[in-house]
């Protein structure tokens, strides 16, 4: 029997007027102007899965104009990226050309002519979001003028262009410790008021991961990467134990992706990838997505595998096993499964397997999903094994089975 509670008429409205009281003062802490804790939340909410998106730097440095990131976002939509979740579209260093009279930051106006609020707004317009790059320093790492005595100015001008992503490089800044220089960029943003996801770039120097969660929503954890595969295993194994540092909101970044840009195999670029979403990383395109070839919109589209990178759990996979050139790499998803990548670094194919007990998976039999081939494989007894490629990988899911044989 349903209990019914009855009010009496004075105490009723009463009630309401107290509900009413509350919304009012809930919504005017809404709109109190300054770091509140209402966006102090809208920040801390940003980049609960690692961004996805594209940047100018790997492939253009510093060729940069309105007309080309304008056919890059609409490629990112009709290449179908923006589909596979791609959402920012950023521009790295050189955008900037001087600071006017009053210290305001200028876009190079033959590079530029329409100006960024209109790009921004032509971004926005596709569904996609916007982001910039600049400097703690005095000045870019490719000399440009940086935000070094113009935190707040600059952050406010940002936030009237309608940017919704900063990368902020390191470079010119003699003198400057780098937690309290990004703390005090990280301020600035919150209180110009627009949420911006804040990428810190200093190449894992000050070990970022120790001090960086709640300052930046990601940062990177190397220097620069390179389009060839030697870089690729060199950032990978500079990962290794930085995986208890990520999480959602704060994540590790091992630089952006070289998938298309011509230095890797196909083998090598779906190894790329694949490593970076088992590490939970931010997965920022760096190809010209306008000419790509079929093979690097397939990599870069995959949507079983960007979705062991966006796996609402958000933990970074960690490496399991290392015999010579044969590894394992494992990350936990919130469905209980785990995804697994086989790595093959060394010169010739190899036979790699991974067994259910390593994986902590407890029955003896577990579906075995190939993310690359996207075909369920079917039931696997005590564990899996593949012939790898030379320079390269076999991703798969593997998921406990409720047939205990
Ligand atoms: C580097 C940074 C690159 C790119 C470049 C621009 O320091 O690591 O990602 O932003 O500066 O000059």
Redesign the pocket.
């Known amino acids: 029997m349903q209990k019914i509670v009855r009010f009496s008429r004075p105490a009723a409205i009463l009630g309401l007027c107290a509900l009413f009281i509350v919304c009012a003062v809930c919504r005017k802490g809404d709109q109190d102007s300054g770091p509140s804790r209402a966006k102090t939340s809208a920040f801390d909410k940003l980049a609960q899965t690692p961004p996805l998106g594209w940047n100018s ?1 790997n492939k253009f440095g510093c060729n940069v104009d309105e007309k080309m990131i304008r056919g890059m976002a609409e490629a990112m939509v009709s290449r179908g990226l923006k589909a596979a979740g791609y959402e920012y579209v950023v521009i ?2 050189c955008w900037q050309i001087s600071r006017d009279e009053r210290g305001d930051i200028l876009a190079d106006p033959e590079r530029f002519p329409s100006g960024i609020k209109a790009l921004a707004a032509y971004i926005h317009s596709l569904g996609l979001k916007f982001g910039l ?1 600049s400097c703690a320093g005095t000045k ?3 000399g440009r003028p940086g935000s070094q005595g113009y935190e707040e100015q600059d952050a406010r001008q940002y936030a009237a262009w309608g940017v919704d992503y900063l ?1 902020y ?3 010119h800044t003699e003198g400057l410790v780098a937690q309290p220089a990004y703390k005090k960029m990280r301020a600035a943003l919150e209180s110009a008021g627009r949420p911006i996801v804040f990428s810190i ?1 200093e ?1 894992g120097r000050s070990e970022p991961w120790l001090w960086a969660k709640g300052v930046g929503h990601l940062w ?1 954890t190397t ?2 990467i390179e389009d060839k595969w030697e870089s690729i295993i060199k950032i990978l194994d500079l990962q290794a134990g930085l995986e208890g540092y990520a999480g959602p909101g704060h994540w590790n970044d091992p ?2 992706l070289e998938v298309g840009n011509g230095g890797l195999t196909f083998e090598e670029s779906k190894a790329h990838f694949s490593l970076w979403c088992l590490l939970a990383a931010p997965l920022m395109a760096g190809n010209d997505l306008r000419s790509m070839t079929k093979e690097a919109a397939f990599i870069l589209t995959n949507k079983d595998v960007i979705a062991v990178d966006q796996d609402k759990l958000g933990v970074q996979g960690r490496r399991l096993r290392q015999d010579g050139p044969s590894e394992v790499w494992v990350k936990p998803l919130a469905d209980l499964s785990k995804a697994v990548v086989l790595l093959n670094r060394g010169p010739a194919p190899a036979e790699i397997s991974v067994s259910w007990k390593e994986l902590g998976v407890e029955t003896s039999t577990a579906e075995v999903r190939d993310l690359w081939l996207r075909n369920d494989l079917g039931r696997f007894l005590g564990g899996y094994s593949a012939k790898v490629p030379s320079h390269g990988v076999v991703m798969v899911k593997v998921k406990a089975s409720n047939i205990v044989l």
Request: aromatic residues 16%.
């Open positions: 730097w790295d260093d790059n870019t790492c490719a990368q490089n390191w470079c770039c190449w990177r220097g620069d630089d952006m």
